[in-house]
């Protein structure tokens, strides 16, 4: 005997399959749906089924947009010599959020993952060097994440770029503002320390 009507169990089978998503929150987010009016559920539908269609990459800095080239590429004001390469769309939105980059962007869709067979032809590293190559661009800001991948597809880049007349920069990375350093894990102390500032 099925307790669950079938609608609602295929709704929260394709929810779960969600990044982050398991199956109570799937069924939590799944009767939230239900209970909700009729309308709201069908503006949620054709805002599913309009997604692809309305959504595709930019063709310069490959995050996803609804024109190409994209509102931050296409925008006069801000300073296209300098590039900052962060590995998936989101983090291009973190990094705006805190209004103090006014350079353009570079998403590689991924970072290097040999244990997964994720290798530079995979991510783009390509289109990447052909934007350095157009002569435009002066710096480059690696700004991956501080996970082993995120590491190592930095040095790879840093490696890649070196030679190209381009400076290249990373993210400081060290004690996060409001945190006691004794509380500061080895690698984030080495870090900071490694990425220290001038105190005038």
């Given amino acids: 005997m099925q307790i669950v009507p079938p609608a609602l169990d295929r709704l929260i089978r394709d ?6 998503i398991g199956n109570k ?12 009016s009729r309308a ?3 503006e949620l539908a054709s805002a599913l089924s309009e997604l692809h269609d309305a959504i595709q ?26 590039i ?3 590995e998936q769309p989101g983090d291009l939105l973190a990094i ?10 570079h998403i590689l869709h991924g970072v290097l993952s040999p244990m997964d067979g994720i290798g530079p032809g995979e991510i783009k590293v390509d289109e990447l060097m052909a934007r350095i190559a157009g002569g435009l661009v002066r710096e480059v800001l690696i700004a991956t994440s501080s996970t082993v991948p995120g590491e190592a597809t930095a040095s790879f880049l840093i490696d890649l770029l070196h030679g190209r007349g381009v400076s290249v920069t990373r993210l400081a990375c060290g004690i ?7 509380y500061a894990d080895r690698h984030t102390l080495s870090r900071a320390i490694e990425a220290r500032t001038n105190a005038e």
Avoid: W
């Fill in 25 to 36: 929150t799937a069924a939590r987010l799944a009767m939230n749906i239900l209970r909700s």
């Fill in 176 to 182: 996060p503002m409001g945190m006691d350093i004794k």
């Fill in 84 to 86: 900052c390469v962060v």
């Fill in 40 to 42: 709201e559920a069908r």
């Fill in 96 to 105: 705006e959020k805190t209004g103090s980059f006014q350079g353009h962007y």
């Fill in 15 to 20: 929810l779960s399959r969600l990044p982050g």
């Fill in 57 to 82: 990459l930019c063709s310069c800095c490959f995050t996803f947009s609804e024109t190409d080239p994209c509102g931050i590429c296409s925008d006069t004001r801000r300073n296209g010599a300098i």
